[in-house]
């Protein structure tokens, strides 16, 4: 289930990051200082003319943000990483980074709302077009790709689940010197590491399974040495989405789970999914287990997916008779959630991503998580017939 992955990262995940500096702590301290001090005048000389790197000011180097972003840039097997408060500020700091006024950008369709909006909004005003296309359709993304600067993909959706072969349409766009990039958050680099599939940058909302309790919101970008640098050295400064250095130290304690949980998570997704399909009030599950096969690269899957309703049943007295699947957005924490698509095309947020996300009106949303398939599945089953 985690081949690809070397199970000497894995198991670097769990030993502490110590080497000798921190009186052998198992969990390492928590550097909660806006500011460093220097020896003396020389000493703060060197480090302003850059002949030592050492951290001045945690919006720019602070050793617990540094430990995380070197724990996850060794699960994606990429050079660097760089950590940011939210996922958000990871996905706008790095597009920013790479385009100018001007630029087009091809994005797969059913990105997350929030990105889709950056798009429409901030980089609208840049005057930055954004083509989407159907990631799935390797023919349209070839014909779109051509002039464009930057191919954002996220694989798979976070709604209707569109699973791509991430590393087919990466050699798409590096034949043609275009800079690729995908949010990753779904399969975690437990079951999908982009940088080894042709990415140049890894995105996550490490608020969902690299945190996994629920408690962070946090964003990491994964790359190239030389891209990393890029970023930060404009608008990871700049804009100063900096992640602070508690929610790195919770993020470092999330991620020694890492692996466990999302085998657990993928255990009992997969089971409730098929359970679902052959339920008589189930129309469809978007699930990518459920296909005959993975795309490639994808070594397993995770515990969220969607599934629609046949017509008739009440979706509201379905979601009121939950008792472990509490309604909320987010997921990849421990807990169940349940999100009505109904609800979210009533949103009011503009531009208005949910047709755009792929939301069909009798859609739900589910994430499945630590409680156990059992216990899950009669929650499910008594709602809906509470609901039918
Ligand atoms: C939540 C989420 C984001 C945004 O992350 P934040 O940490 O909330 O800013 C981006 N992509 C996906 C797929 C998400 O689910």
């Known amino acids: 289930m985690t081949d690809g992955l070397d199970p000497f ?10 080497e000798g500096n921190y009186a052998e702590a198992v969990v390492p301290p928590i550097f909660q200082t806006s500011l460093f001090t220097f020896s003396d005048y020389d000493d703060m000389i060197s480090s302003y003319r850059g002949e030592k790197v050492r951290p001045i000011y945690t919006r720019g180097l602070n050793p617990t943000v540094r430990m995380f972003e070197e724990m996850l840039a060794k699960l994606e097997g990429a050079e660097d990483a ?23 950008i091809v994005a797969v369709k059913h990105v997350y709302p929030d990105a889709f909006r950056l798009f429409g909004t901030i980089l609208k005003k840049m005057k930055v077009e954004v083509t989407y ?55 975690s680099p437990i079951f999908q590491q982009p940088i ?8 996550h909302s490490a608020s969902k399974y690299l945190g996994g309790h629920s408690d962070v919101v946090a964003g990491v970008v994964a790359g190239s040495k030389e891209m990393i640098a890029r970023i930060k050295a404009e608008a990871y400064p700049y804009l100063g989405g900096k992640l602070s250095p508690f929610d790195a130290w919770l993020l470092i304690r999330g991620m020694r789970t890492l692996p466990i949980r999302m085998r657990a998570h993928e255990a009992s997704g ?50 009121d008779r939950l008792d472990l699947f509490k309604l909320g957005v987010s997921w990849g924490g421990h807990e169940s959630l349940i999100v009505p698509g109904e609800v979210v095309l009533q949103q009011k947020a503009q531009p208005n991503s949910a047709h755009a996300f792929g939301i069909h009106a009798r859609s739900v949303r589910l994430h499945i998580g630590l409680e156990g398939t059992e216990p899950l599945w009669s929650d499910i089953e008594g709602a809906i017939a509470a609901a039918s």
């Open 133 to 187: 296309v159907d990631g799935r359709d390797e023919e349209a993304v070839a014909r779109a790709l051509p002039g464009a600067k930057l191919f954002y993909m996220e694989s798979p959706t976070s709604w209707v689940m569109d699973a791509h072969d991430v590393g087919t349409l990466a050699s798409l766009a590096r034949q043609q010197g275009i800079v690729t990039m995908i949010d990753n958050s779904w399969a």
């Open 82 to 104: 760089l950590g940011f408060a939210s996922g958000m500020s990871a996905i706008s700091s790095t597009v920013l980074s790479f385009i100018e006024p001007g630029d087009r």
């Open 270 to 319: 997969m089971e409730i999914a098929r359970r679902l399909q052959n339920h008589d009030l189930v129309e469809q599950v978007c699930h990518p287990g459920l296909a005959n096969r993975l795309p490639n690269g994808l070594k397993g899957t995770s515990g969220l997916f969607s599934f629609i309703f046949r017509e008739g049943v009440d979706i509201r007295a379905f979601a």
């Open 9 to 18: 990262d894995l198991a670097s995940l769990i030993v502490a990051h110590d």
């Open 196 to 203: 080894k599939l042709g990415v140049d940058l890894v995105v």
